[in-house]
């Protein structure tokens, strides 16, 4: 599969831990965007990088949310202390050039209990 | 699988006729709009874009209108068929920004 990778699919964990996600872009693709999406609502911007540069961030990621892109290849995103208020389907989406290239990924569905 | 949306407005349409779903965008200074095709526990896949210095633009079966004066996207399919039931968004775009804001969703279901 070339797409865009994401991994894992469905994360359940207690509230207050911490969880990882991983995001594998389509190969060669420079810009890399992640998004969350509530069920019954649009996605919504979370964080762009182009290469390993973070270049735009939305309020919507508190202190709590971390993403980093270290080589310029995969992504993490990181949830501290998660709460009930973030479970939802975090999206990946990565192009070479704008959104009409852009290709997202299956998502990580995180249930907070 | 996922379920896209729960609570959306769902469009219903006959196999064969043609479907319009509209969408109100909020932002006076974006200049760029996709359309965006979200079936259950998928990510979204785009459809088609248009900028602002255009009216109307099509594509394969899908043609997306835009009236900047009312703010209003809208995406017409024709010939719908029913691997067209999904949930359609909008996305709006700045220049100045990298993010896409979506709509809320609208449900298509095609009957056959």
């Known amino acids: 599969d070339t797409g865009v990778s994401q991994n894992p699919r469905h994360k359940i964990t207690k509230r207050g831990q911490n969880v990882t996600f991983r995001c594998d872009p389509i190969s060669e693709h420079n810009r890399l965007y992640w998004y969350r999406q509530t069920l019954g609502q649009g996605p919504e911007f979370l964080t762009y990088?182009?290469?390993?540069?973070?270049?735009?961030k939305s309020r919507l990621l508190s202190d709590r949310f971390s993403a980093e892109r270290p080589k310029g290849s995969f992504s993490t995103l990181e949830i501290q202390r998660t709460e009930q208020g973030d479970s939802a389907m975090y999206l990946c989406a990565s192009s070479r050039g704008g959104y009409t290239e852009a290709f997202f990924g299956q998502g990580t569905r995180l249930t907070v209990v | 699988g996922e379920s896209v949306g729960l609570h959306l407005p769902t469009l219903s349409v006959q196999e064969g006729d043609n479907s319009i779903i509209n969408c109100a965008y909020s932002?006076?200074?974006?200049?760029?709009f996709i359309w965006y095709k979200q079936e259950s526990g998928k990510g979204p896949q785009f459809i088609i874009d248009i900028r602002s210095n255009m009216d109307k633009r099509q594509g394969q079966r899908v043609t997306v209108l835009l009236n900047k004066t009312v703010k209003h996207l809208s995406l017409q399919i024709a010939a719908t068929q029913p691997g067209d039931s999904a949930v359609y968004f909008c996305?709006?775009?700045?220049?100045?920004?990298?993010?896409?804001?979506f709509g809320s969703g609208t449900r298509l279901l095609v009957r056959p």
């Open positions: 996305a709006e775009n700045e220049d100045s920004s990298y993010k896409l804001i």
């Open positions: 932002n006076s200074a974006s200049d760029y």
């Open positions: 990088f182009q290469n390993e540069a973070q270049l735009e």
